[in-house]
């Protein structure tokens, strides 16, 4: 059920002893200091005036290095170029039959929602219908709006949600809008800012879990309270249908729609990040508690047959077969509201497998599956009570993302593409195990000179960890190519090959190297590849990304004066513990949105929403290794340390900027030189519109060519 959670809360062998020394690493603190010892707290008010202070000072004196650098006006001009240029490929949404996309250029900063049908989606220059004009609205309602997304369900595809967020936060207002007069509806459904989650039960009829009640939220600052809203009511008529604890991470509702016409109403309780209970609610208004295991996720549903992909070994009865974990199953939501309901296996993953994206159409699953990090379009169909397998494409050496699929056909679009191969993207028909290209992105860099490898490197348990390196056919291995390491360790969020315009013109193409691995924390190789490095076992998440560098460097890849290493969220924190722990290594260190007050990371934003993936300061031994390991509390003056840069947003009510702030205080307390930039827009992901991605990945790669090619 993870998988319904993650729309709200947005959202891849064991450490033997955490204590065990860490080699190279600088000794931790002795002790971590106490809340009342920290002297940054006030950067804890986020938009308080003496914090946007030290912001405003920092981002400064950082903006003032970086952006007078020669390189940065054409690192920023020639991002922005390949961000708005007008042969992108539209990525489809499917509303019903037609082809939505929301775009973004240097016409529509904020962007632009807009519907052609497929026929004319896959011509050369397809007809766009606007539907929605963000940049008009904002200015006519002088308001900050950024684009969250569109909730228009079957039979009818007429009425949707309208998700728009101030600046790019997590909280949203959520507005009615007629797609057929392309308005919004005149005195109609309108859910004020805040943190929620909503579904349409009919047309005239909403489930929604938000703050009812001032303060009605849980530690993680999500709704746990259900209700049904008719159309005319007011808030407080709305009728409670479901109520969680204040200790739940959240509780949310979702309704499932299948080709035949037949509708699933869940309300997902999660426990913790991982960990759910979800229940069907019947027509008649009971609610059923389905029979899954704590650790799932509810994909869709085909021939009222609910999709569920399960992310712990599961024996569903006494004497029954057990489940894999990472298998795709089915189970009757009918005979699941009679107490009689059967899981069906679908498919069980191999050892070095595992499912990335799941997805139905009318009558068909389609399954993203990956083999050692490389993927596989496969179709599945239920027929004579048996699931039965048909595999569509098995590109060479590439990702493939199930890009959008729906229930009105069996049509969906999906995506193949390489480090270096341009992003083609394919339109499938399902039903008939067909599929033609529909769209291919122009090359934007020139890969003609550039090769990948693949190799492993051992981490400190033994374990083997896979990593890509795209690099020059021609560079020598005497340890001077620039190379950029990125990971990210967590949450079973895959890392997996891509093409990355910008990453090609800033880096590639000047003989940068870069390196992708795929550390545990990660989903590459299914839930126990993420299980592994959980709570107090996390250092060896760290140990694994160190594992990989020396690995480079023992090839001679590269040195540590021309290593750099980047993150983002949770790959800031594992950006903040290698900082710590092995400075040696790098000459870079790019921190973004990151985790870094590992004992204070509950009481900031949604930081009580991840006690299953760290753990909590109320746990005595979880106490003790976040405190060995939190970047903030272990600066130490005195250590050599590498120059980081910290990229955050003011507007981020996720993570927050937080914990940015406090490192970089900390360090300036110390002596310490770091450069900061927090952008004012753009929520967790930092950057709201293309012109302020241009700009920060032209700070960003600025610094990374100031410290690793100059």
């Known amino acids: 059920m993870r998988s319904l959670i993650l729309a709200t809360l947005a959202v891849a062998a064991v450490f033997r002893a955490y204590g065990n020394p860490v080699t190279a690493a600088p000794a931790p603190a002795a002790t971590a200091a106490p809340e009342a010892e920290d002297p940054f707290l006030w950067l804890e008010d986020v938009r308080g005036a003496r914090a946007m202070a030290f912001v405003e000072k920092e981002n400064a004196r950082s903006l003032g290095v970086l952006e007078s650098d020669p390189r940065y006006a054409e690192f920023e001009s020639g991002a922005l170029r390949v961000l708005e240029a007008q042969d992108r490929i539209p990525e489809p949404e499917l509303i019903g039959e037609a082809v939505f996309n929301f775009w973004q250029d240097h016409a529509h900063v904020r962007g632009l929602w807009r519907r052609a049908t497929p026929a004319d989606y896959a011509a050369a220059t397809p007809h766009w219908q606007d539907v929605l004009d963000l940049d008009a609205l904002s ?32 909280a949203t207002t959520e507005r009615e809008f007629d797609l057929p007069s392309a308005r919004f509806v005149d005195d109609g459904f309108v859910l004020p800012k805040g943190k929620q989650s909503a579904d349409w039960l009919d047309d005239d009829t909403l489930i929604v879990a938000r703050e009812w009640k001032p ?28 109520r969680g604890q204040p200790t739940d991470v959240a509780v949310n509702p979702a309704v499932l729609h299948d080709g035949d016409g037949r509708r699933a109403v869940l309300i ?177 860099f020139d890969a003609s000179e550039l090769t990948v490898d693949q190799h492993q490197a051992r981490s400190s348990d033994g374990e083997q960890i896979p990593y890509f390196v795209v690099h020059r056919k021609d560079w020598k291995l005497d340890g001077s190519n620039p190379t950029l390491l990125y990971a990210y360790g967590g949450f079973q969020v895959s890392m997996l090959p891509a093409y990355s315009a910008t990453l090609g013109k800033l880096w590639l193409e000047r003989g940068g190297a870069y390196v992708l691995a795929n550390i545990r924390g990660g989903g590459e190789f299914g839930p126990a590849w993420h299980e592994a490095g959980l709570k107090t076992h996390r250092q060896l998440v760290f140990d694994d990304f160190a594992a990989v560098a020396k690995d480079l460097i023992a090839r001679k890849i590269t040195s540590p004066r021309r290593l750099g290493i980047r993150g983002g969220s949770n790959g800031g924190l594992l950006m903040g513990v290698e900082f710590n722990q092995r400075p040696e290594l790098w000459r870079a260190v790019l921190i973004e949105v990151p985790l870094l007050d590992m004992l204070r990371y509950e009481k900031i934003g949604a930081g009580a929403s991840w006690e299953a993936e760290y753990g909590s300061v109320d746990n005595p031994a979880e106490r003790a290794f976040l405190a060995h390991i939190s970047p903030y509390q272990n600066l130490r003056a005195g250590i050599a340390y590498p120059e980081p840069f910290f990229v955050t947003a003011t507007s981020d009510d996720r993570v927050t900027p937080v914990h940015a702030r406090k490192m970089a205080a900390r360090m300036e307390a110390l002596g310490l030189p770091f450069l900061f930039f927090e952008n004012t827009n753009g929520g967790h992901a930092a950057s709201a519109n293309l012109r302020e991605v241009a700009q920060r990945s032209a700070l960003e790669f600025v610094y990374l060519v100031r410290k690793l090619m100059d």
Not at 215 to 242: C, H, M, N
Request: charge should be neutral; glycine fraction near 8%.
């Open 139 to 170: 200015a006519a309602e002088k308001a900050n709006w950024v684009w969250k997304g569109a909730n228009c369900p079957p039979p009818h595809y007429r009425r949707c949600l309208i998700s728009l967020s101030d600046g790019g936060e997590d």
């Open 268 to 444: 997902v309780r999660a426990v913790d990040f991982f960990s759910c209970e979800v229940f069907l609610l019947a027509d008649d208004g009971r609610l059923v508690r389905l029979p899954l295991p704590p650790k799932a996720d509810v994909l869709g549903m085909i021939d009222g047959q609910g999709i569920v992909v399960t992310r712990q070994d599961w024996t569903p009865a006494a004497g029954a077969e057990p489940i894999r974990q990472g298998s795709l199953v089915s189970i009757d939501f009918d005979a699941a509201a009679r107490g009689s309901a059967r899981p069906e296996v679908i498919f069980t993953p191999g050892p070095r497998q595992s499912v990335e994206q799941a997805a139905v159409t009318r009558d068909r699953l389609l399954a993203a599956v990956y083999d050692n990090v490389r993927g596989a379009l496969v179709i599945f169909q239920r027929a004579g009570g048996r699931w039965t397998r048909q595999d569509l494409l098995r590109p060479e050496n590439a990702s493939v993302r199930i890009a959008a699929a729906g229930i009105a056909s069996d049509r969906a679009y999906f995506a193949v593409e390489t480090f270096l191969a341009p992003t083609k993207l394919l339109e499938a028909d399902a039903a008939a195990l067909a599929a033609r290209e529909v769209k291919t992105l122009p090359a934007r």
């Open 215 to 242: 303060g009605e939220l849980t530690s993680s600052g999500y709704p746990y309270v259900v209700k049904i809203l008719v159309r005319g009511q007011a808030l407080d008529q709305a009728r409670e249908v479901f």
